[in-house]
């Protein structure tokens, strides 16, 4: 109770007076949207320096997404052990599964890994009016450029990569996956994803993990509405985590 106490006036201290935030600085987590004073010393473990470190080279940049990646490294090593191979729905430069087959010594598995994207940002025709309304294709414009010839550098080292360039959920099509053990979505709009999640059910393996890297993000909420109908009708639920991410599990 002691200790609980302790915590409670320490984040007391850091609303009332901001810059007592360096004092107490060491001690926090605080990327990505996420603020925690619990334990993150996942941080400091070589095997995930060295798959986030892959990731930056990757996407030529940090994110400041540690914990968010973290997410994405157990998922995989979950997956891994089951029978079926990865896809990534939205990959952009390839920061996430960069990270994934650098962390599970990719060349040694005997899984093949899907890569899904336009390579070239949004598809406009897909985005909602609601999410015209909150800024997306804006956004998308600014953040997103021509990244394919760069991609398939990256990914280069890697053996059972298939790297297929187009819109999801129309692409999909262009290869045969009969089953799925890790989906990992990450489109940044609603219709992809759960065009995506609809092609991909059937064919995912029971305890497949599904990773929605938007589904808790705030100003995503389409995706999440989407997401929610999709799952209500198959009586389960998505975990929603303070990454801004959403879990699901294939059971």
Same mark, same amino acid.
């Given at each position: 109770m002691r200790e609980w106490v302790g915590v409670f006036h320490k984040v007391q201290r850091i609303i009332a007076r901001p810059e007592v935030f360096m004092e107490v600085s060491?001690?926090? *987590?605080?990327?990505?949207?996420?603020?925690?004073?619990?334990?993150?010393?996942?941080?400091?473990?070589?095997?995930f320096k060295k798959a986030y470190k892959r990731g930056v080279e990757a996407n030529e940049s940090d994110l400041n997404w540690r914990w968010r990646v973290k997410v994405g490294l157990w998922a995989a090593k979950h997956a891994v052990m089951l029978s079926g191979d990865f896809v990534e729905c939205g990959v952009n430069k390839g920061f996430l599964s960069s990270a994934i087959?650098? *962390?599970?010594?990719?060349?040694?598995?005997?899984k093949r890994f899907y890569l899904f994207d336009t390579f070239s940002g949004l598809d406009e025709s897909l985005v909602s009016k609601e999410e015209r309304r909150s800024g997306r294709v804006e956004q998308a414009r600014v953040m997103y450029r021509e990244c394919y010839q760069e991609v398939l550098k990256n990914f280069k080292e890697f053996k059972r990569v298939k790297i297929v360039r187009g819109s999801v959920p129309t692409s999909l099509k262009?290869?045969?996956?009969?089953?799925?053990?890790?989906?990992s979505l990450d489109m940044n709009n609603a219709k992809p994803e759960l065009g995506a999640i609809r092609f991909f059910w059937p064919k995912l393996v029971r305890g497949a993990v599904v990773l929605l890297d938007d589904y808790a993000y705030t100003g995503y909420e389409p995706q999440k509405k989407s997401m929610d109908k999709f799952v209500r009708d198959k009586q389960i639920e998505v $975990? %929603?985590? %303070?990454?801004?991410?959403?879990?699901? $599990?294939?059971?």
């Open positions: 060491e001690s926090l *987590y605080n990327e990505d949207g996420l603020v925690s004073i619990h334990n993150h010393d996942f941080l400091n473990e070589s095997a087959m650098e *962390y599970l010594d990719w060349n040694k598995q005997k262009a290869v045969n996956i009969e089953r799925v053990s890790f989906l $975990l %929603p985590l %303070p990454t801004g991410q959403g879990l699901l $599990l294939k059971v």
